[in-house]
Nanobody
Framework: QVQLVESGGGLVQPGGSLRISCAAS????????MGWYRQAPGKQRELVTI???????SYADSVKGRFTISRDNAKNTVNLQMNDLKPEDTAVYYC?????????????WGQGPQVTVSS
């Protein structure tokens, strides 16, 4: 069984920074991609950023230039550095992993830390 465990999140003022991390563990054969989605109250879950096994990244237009995804392949960990945060960034942030567990490829989700941007 593969698990994604997140850490970080919390309350920050507008213009501030936060870092959240996600560690994948369990019967991992290989990781195709890992990334972050977010869901604000009353809205659909949306892709924030994703990084594949080659290090290629993709960002939502709303976070380009402010958020940076990084990955530690040796530790199966992905991090999201969020700078210049805005109130509209307030959401639950979910780690997502596209992972081969032994011979089966599946999508896994973390529990979702809350990020609140407010003065």
């Amino acid at each position: 069984q593969v698990q994604l465990v997140e850490s970080g999140g919390g309350l920050v003022q507008p213009g501030g920074s936060l870092r959240i991390s996600c560690a994948a563990s369990g019967s991992i054969f290989s990781i195709v991609a890992m990334g972050w989605y977010r869901q604000a109250p009353g809205k659909q879950r949306e892709l924030v950023t994703i990084m594949d096994s080659r290090g290629m990244t993709s960002y939502a237009d709303s976070v380009k230039g402010r958020f940076t995804i990084s990955r530690d392949n040796a530790k199966n960990t992905v991090n999201l550095q969020m700078n210049d945060l805005k109130p509209e960034d307030t959401a639950v942030y979910y780690c997502n992993g596209d992972i081969y567990e032994l011979g089966t490829r599946r999508y896994y989700w973390g529990q979702g830390p809350q990020v609140t941007v407010s003065s």
